[in-house]
């Protein structure tokens, strides 16, 4: 896999199968859905619980507001995925363009994933800072894979972002 | 009779008790974390880093102080970044 930064948009050039597979799953592990933990990560409580009644305007009011802005986030990271499908060659290597504009978006989703995947598979401090550990051990590692992947992608996406600055 | 001297005080000293907080995170990146409150808060780099620093090692630190509308504005837009954010009565 190469990545760069070409004019207005960063490329992932040679991107292999699987990797181009982890990038399509962005989108879908960013939504919590049956994960309770990741739920209450990605819409954590503003106050302490004594603060009852901010809590519950916060999640009657506020929580379907951030809702909206990671869905829209989401949605234009899945856009940008359209162009893994390579339907007509599925086992070659792919190409991804992501313009600069979407660089917010992409930064987003990414987050969203790296919290919603970590939340659900409660990976200790130690495992996180572990960028060793092979992905094909079990679903665990897998996913551990992925969060520091993403976390990869971020840290590139941040750094091409303050040389823009 | 000694002079009383007359102190103003902004509506926002009145209403002063709350402070905008962020807890640390395993999974956000440092300078994800940085560049947040670069964005928020108006921070230079140097102070947006101390923040972070103090969040990494102390496990929360204080980004802001004031009226309670405000800090609530601010806590909404932290957890826009996906930081753990909250706000909390001072004393």
Not at chain 1, 2 to 26: K, M, S
Not at chain 1, 31 to 56: G, I
Request: proline share 6%; aromatic share 8%; with cysteine.
């Amino acid at each position: 896999m190469e990545i760069c930064r070409q004019n207005e948009a960063l490329e992932i050039r040679e991107l292999d199968p699987f990797l181009a597979e982890l990038l399509r799953q962005i989108p879908e592990s960013a939504q919590p859905k049956d994960s309770p933990a990741a739920e209450e990560r990605l819409f954590s409580p503003p106050a302490a619980p004594e603060e009852k009644v901010l809590c519950a305007e916060w999640k009657l009011y506020v929580v379907p507001e951030l809702r909206r802005l990671f869905q829209s986030a989401t949605e234009t990271v899945r856009e940008d995925l359209q162009q893994l499908r390579c339907t007509d060659k599925p086992f070659a290597n792919c190409t991804l363009r992501i313009p600069m504009a979407h660089a917010d978006a992409w930064l987003s989703a990414l987050n969203q994933a790296r919290l919603a995947i970590a939340a659900t598979y409660q990976f200790s401090d130690h495992e996180l800072c572990d960028h060793y550990r092979s992905p094909l051990g079990s679903r665990r590692d897998l996913s551990l894979f992925q969060v520091n992947f993403y976390g990869f992608l971020q840290e590139f996406i941040l750094r091409e972002m303050e040389g823009n600055d | 009779m000694p002079a009383i001297e007359k102190q103003e005080a902004t509506s926002e000293e009145i209403e002063m008790p709350w402070n905008v907080i962020v807890h640390n995170d395993p999974v956000n990146l440092m300078s994800y974390v940085t560049m947040v409150f670069q964005r928020i808060f108006g921070y230079p780099r140097e102070r947006a880093e101390k923040h972070m620093l103090e969040v990494h090692h102390n496990g929360r630190s204080i980004l802001w102080s004031g009226v309670r509308e405000r800090a609530e504005l601010y806590v909404q837009q932290l957890h826009g970044y996906l930081l753990l954010a909250t706000i909390e009565k001072i004393g």
